[in-house]
């Protein structure tokens, strides 16, 4: 057993990541309950960032030898991975000497103004398998069809979109826009919902990418960005409306839902999903150079049976 871990931090140390993980695998096949095979499979889970699968593992590590103090460094290293910095901190808690790198990325992460997309991943890749389902079934999903009914006010007759949709997801937002698209691209931080979606076979380009980091990159003109349930996981939104006008055609549109926070700014929810307010999002659109072509009140999802109050957005360039 202990030539297989040996053999297994070799191969992780040269970067062969899939020998790594086949040789951990076969590890714990032969050894089942024995802490360190464990850990190394945790481990070269974790390298080859298949975090759900790692955190489940590293945690059963700890299960069968709670003071491995290297298992509870690891899972708070695949928590901070994933975004989740009170978990993080949890685990960085228990060690004697947690190391300061980690707290001040953990501590980072708690004060973004969005959320870390290292969890907006690790939560979607989580849910990938039965999105959909989810999604129109539990929590009544209407945000595309809500944007379609939008795009049909405020620019009626439109048709052949060159249409960019961001955090695509499955492919929901992109199914209710393909009859208005001669180009459809979608972008998502989930490859696990890219995957989900490319077998719709309706985009024609598909990018595992942080919207922002992706709009603000040189690329094609669009005539209409969508944003379908996605900016809730962003708080500070200046960035994402200067980057979407700049990729916008002169006489583009913006549309996109959130959900409603009172006041004047932006808060974060109790589910970890951002609320903006009308004010807020009028201040915005006027900075980035938009006009606003609708604002009316809607309802996106619903969340334990309760509607969930939120605006449909519309900003033309």
Known sequence: MLARITLVMALSAAGDISGALAEAREAVSLNPNVAPAVLALGEALLAADLLPAAIAELQRTLRLDPDLARARELVAAAWLKAGEADKALA?????????????????????????????????????????????IGQLGYAAPQILLNLAA??????????????????????????????????????????????????????????????????????????????????????????????????????????????????????????????AALRGLAERAGFQVAGLLAATPRHEAGVPVEGFAVALSR
Not at 94 to 106: G, K, N, Y
Not at 164 to 178: E, H, I, M, R, S
Not at 248 to 267: H, I, M, S
Request: with cysteine.
């Open 91 to 135: 685990a960085l808690g228990v060690l004697e000497h947690p190391p300061a790198e980690m707290l001040a990325a953990a501590q980072a992460i708690k004060s973004m103004p969005r959320s870390d997309p290292g969890y907006v991943r690790h939560l979607f890749d989580q849910f990938s398998s039965d999105y959909d389902s989810r999604m």
């Open 153 to 278: 006010m405020v620019m009626p007759g439109r048709d052949k979109l060159a249409i960019l949709d961001l955090g695509c997801g499955t492919g929901l937002g992109g199914a209710a826009f393909k009859p208005l698209a001669e180009r459809l691209d979608g972008i998502d931080l989930s490859p696990a919902m890219i995957e989900r979606a490319r077998a719709r076979h309706i985009y024609d380009t598909l990018m595992v990418a942080d919207l922002e980091a992706a709009l603000g990159a040189p690329g094609p003109a669009y005539d209409l960005i969508l944003a379908a349930d996605t900016l809730v996981y962003l708080g500070d939104l200046s960035r994402s409306f200067e980057a979407a006008h700049a990729r916008l055609n002169p006489d583009g549109y913006f549309l996109f839902t959130v959900e409603k926070a009172d006041g004047e700014g932006f808060e974060l929810g109790p589910k970890r999903r951002w609320r903006h307010s009308e």
